[in-house]
C-alpha cells in the first residue's frame, strides 16, 4: 500500500500534494511506533520533493512532528513502553530533510535550517518526552542549544 502511495505521489503536480495530509489525518491519533512508522514511510518521500515549496513543507512536517508528539509526548499513552532509540532513523530523517530543505537541494557541509522550521521544531518538541527532546536539541531556535540557530544571523538576538 505504501509503495502504491508513493508511485501515486510522484508523479502528482505539485500544488495536488496538499491534500495528501488527509491520509495521515484519518490515522489519527497514532499511538503506536509502528503506526508512526507507517505516516513517516507515506509523508517522508514527500519532503525533498517539496523542498522548494516552503509553506507546503512547513505543513507537512508540522504533521509529522505531531504525530511524533502523539506517541512520544509528555502525555501519550502508548499501549507499551517506548524507547527513543526505537526512532532514531526517523529523528536521522528530520535531520537529513530540513538540512536538505533550508540547502534547497542536496545537503551540503554548511547546509543550515531555515529559520522557521528550527521554531517549528523547537515548537514541537517542547511537548516531547525529554529523552527524545535531547535527539532533537541541535533543531531548535534557541542560541544556547543549538549549533544551527547560533550560527545563523536571523536567530542571533541582539545583546542589547
Known amino acids: 500500500m505504501v509503495a502504491l502511495l508513493h508511485s501515486f505521489f510522484s508523479n502528482l503536480p505539485q500544488e495536488w500534494l496538499e491534500g495528501t495530509h488527509v491520509i495521515i489525518k484519518h490515522l489519527r491519533p497514532v499511538t ?4 508512526l512508522r507507517i505516516a513517516f514511510r507515506i509523508m517522508g518521500p514527500l519532503l525533498p ?18 504525530i511524533l508528539v502523539d ?20 529523528i536521522d530523517f528530520l535531520h537529513h ?18 529559520p522557521e522550521v528550527l521554531a517549528l521544531c523547537g515548537r514541537a518538541s517542547e511537548n516531547l518526552r525529554l529523552d527524545v527532546q535531547h535527539l532533537l536539541s541541535h533543531l531548535k531556535a534557541d542560541v544556547n542549544s543549538s549549533i544551527y540557530a547560533a550560527t545563523h544571523p536571523k536567530l542571533v538576538q541582539n545583546p542589547s
Do not use: C, W
Open 32 to 35: 503506536s511506533v509502528a503506526m
Open 49 to 66: 520533493r517539496l523542498a522548494n515549496a516552503h509553506s507546503l513543507f512547513n505543513k507537512t512536517l508540522s504533521l509529522l512532528l505531531s
Open 71 to 90: 506517541v512520544f509526548g509528555r502525555n501519550s499513552q502508548t499501549s507499551t513502553p517506548v524507547e527513543a532509540s526505537e526512532i532514531a532513523d526517523l
Open 97 to 114: 530533510v530540513i538540512h536538505y530543505e533550508g540547502q534547497g537541494g542536496p545537503v551540503q557541509a554548511n547546509s543550515k535550517p531555515r
